[in-house]
């Protein structure tokens, strides 16, 4: 997926603490002491209720540029911190606004993707035929893993555009249906095909669809405008 969102409350949110989470406590901070982490946020929820939350490490090291671009000191790790989720978009924005078109009929699972992207296949080519919707979602595709880097796209700004026609542009490498095989142009494809069938952007019909009925306020598609909310 290409999105990126995060997560932070728009109220204080405080720790929650237990002694019966000790030893959760004790792996985070042994992660951070080994430099595998400079630092997280841990939330335990059961019964519908958070019974552990905390914040161990920093957010930003020492040196490391601030929001204005210039150096500047470390800061703490807090339990509102925004994150960026990365892939977790895949399942999180992508799939679930895949499966909302579903079930209201205006997808099918098991057709081919060149009925809704006829550019994936302008040549008619019979294994590319064979990809679905289907095989995108579960990565059993055969599409490759990511993207050709080729030229110098994407270094002086975000060319979404040409990201989408290097994705339907992608080789089948593998035989479809038959190996998984993670593939972030698989993700990609799906984001268009919700776009192509819906008229609007990724970014945007995941917020109006999945994540302001959700009461998600403050998860957002698209590179965010600030990484961390005071």
Do not use: C
């Amino acid at each position: 997926s290409t999105q990126s969102s995060g997560t932070a409350s728009r109220t204080p949110v405080p720790s929650v603490l237990s002694k019966e989470f000790a030893p959760v406590s004790a792996l985070v901070e042994q992660a951070i002491a080994q430099h595998r982490l400079p630092g997280a946020v841990v939330q335990i929820g059961h019964a519908g209720n958070v019974v552990f939350r905390q914040a161990f490490g920093v957010r930003k090291l020492a040196g490391e540029p601030g929001l204005d671009g210039v150096p500047a000191p470390a800061e703490p790790m807090t339990v509102d911190t925004i994150f960026d989720l990365a892939s977790l978009t895949k399942s999180l924005a992508t799939a679930t606004a895949i499966m909302a078109l579903y079930e209201q009929g205006r997808v099918q699972l098991d057709e081919p993707v060149q009925t809704y992207l006829p550019d994936f296949n302008p040549l008619d080519d019979p294994r590319r035929a064979q990809v679905t919707l289907r095989l995108l979602l579960t990565h059993t595709s055969g599409i490759a893993g990511d993207l050709s880097l080729d030229g110098p796209w994407g270094l002086a700004r975000a060319d979404k555009a040409e990201g989408t026609r290097r994705a339907l542009a992608a080789q089948v490498v593998f035989e479809p249906g038959q190996l998984f095989h993670y593939s972030d142009i698989g993700f990609i494809l799906v984001g268009a095909i919700v776009e192509k069938l819906t008229g609007q952007s990724i970014d945007t019909y995941v917020q109006l669809n999945v994540f302001t009925p959700l009461g998600m306020h403050d998860t957002e598609g698209g590179v965010a405008r600030r990484h961390v909310r005071h």
